[in-house]
């Protein structure tokens, strides 16, 4: 397989990928996740169904391994992507502080909602109940070690994190658009090696980094866009370079794609996983109203952050 086609098939698999599961509008994602919860919460009988120890358990490797620390394979998950394409990026010291900036400001709100505000709205409407009898109040440890009953209103930590978690990497995996739009140029490039040369002359001055800025710019905005990301304007600043740059650039692409490749499908198969998750969650534990506001908070708590906060910072 030649060099060129290896790109185009890499490039048009990872695109397939990217476009049915990743470029999903995170509203519309935090909709249906939404509507699923409603749907699965109201099936007759689906509160009946047995459990699978090994899958839905609290037991379980999937909880006790990943659920757990669910937030840190996120952060990991979606820091391997960002740092497999640094070398890519314009200018990767900068944007690796904002990377760095964005995981710590995320990890600052994951661990507000989970750690302190849930644990306490549980501990100040807990009731320990006895024979359905209050016997006490707001000690659920001692409660429940006595073998009574602690009930209280306990928003889904679960379904907060998973909703959380799958929106923060669908987020983070857009860097992925420049990456396709790279890989389909160098394609069609491939496809008119002399393009190069014909340019070389009228663009002397043309900097691989000059390039670079100006494809940072030729990102698809929406899946179909995807399809159109090898167009004249990503292929005419690749022709811009002198031969030499191209090789380089061409060269570093090659290189990084193994790579890349591995950490896009390890990100898509967490959150496939962290989707498994929330249905097991909500089939098996937690009322409808705990369930739906663990959701309302994560989409509400992605939004200031990507629609807002990071914006106004200048971090993305």
């Known amino acids: 397989m030649s060099e060129q086609q290896f790109v185009e098939l890499n490039t048009t698999s990872t695109t397939k990928i990217f476009r049915h599961y990743m470029l999903v509008p995170w509203y519309a994602r935090a909709g249906a996740t939404i509507l699923v919860v409603a749907v699965l919460s109201f099936l007759q009988g689906a509160d009946e169904i047995k459990h699978v120890d090994a899958l839905t358990s609290k037991d379980s490797i999937l909880n006790q391994v990943f659920v757990k620390m669910g937030w840190a394979w996120t952060l990991l998950a979606f820091l391997v992507l960002t740092l ?64 009574h009953k602690f009930d209280s209103f306990d928003i889904s930590g679960h379904a907060f994190l998973m909703v959380y978690c799958v929106l923060t990497i669908m987020q983070e995996a857009q860097t992925m658009r420049r990456y396709m739009a790279l890989g ?24 691989k980094e000059n390039a670079q800025n100006l494809l940072a ?60 998750v929330l249905v097991i969650t909500t089939i098996y534990y937690h009322t409808l109203s705990e369930k739906l506001l663990g959701i309302s908070i994560a989409a509400s708590s992605f939004a200031f952050l990507y629609k807002y906060l990071f914006i106004k910072l200048n971090l993305l």
């Not at 302190?116 to 707001?138: A, D, K, Q």
């Not at 389909?184 to 043309?206: C, F, H, R, W, Y």
């Not at 002198?242 to 990084?256: G, N």
């Open 217 to 276: 710019s030729d990102q698809p905005k929406s899946s179909e866009d995807i399809n159109k990301v090898a167009s004249s304007p990503v292929q005419e600043n690749l022709e811009a370079l002198p031969d030499s740059e191209v090789i380089k650039f061409q060269a570093t692409y090659m290189r990084l794609w193994p790579i890349v490749s591995i950490a896009y499908v390890g990100v898509c198969v967490l959150c496939v996983m962290w989707d498994i």
């Open 84 to 147: 497999s394409l640094l070398p890519l990026s314009p200018q990767p010291l900068n944007a690796s502080i904002k990377m760095a900036l964005r995981a710590l400001l995320l990890t600052i709100i994951f661990y507000t909602w989970c750690a302190v505000i849930f644990p306490s709205i549980e501990h100040y409407t807990g009731m320990c109940l006895s024979n359905n009898v209050v016997v006490s109040r707001h000690d659920k440890k001692k409660c429940l070690k006595s073998g």
């Open 184 to 207: 389909q140029g160098i394609g069609k490039l491939n496809e008119n090696p002399d393009a190069g040369n014909a340019n070389v002359q009228g663009n002397s001055t043309m900097t």
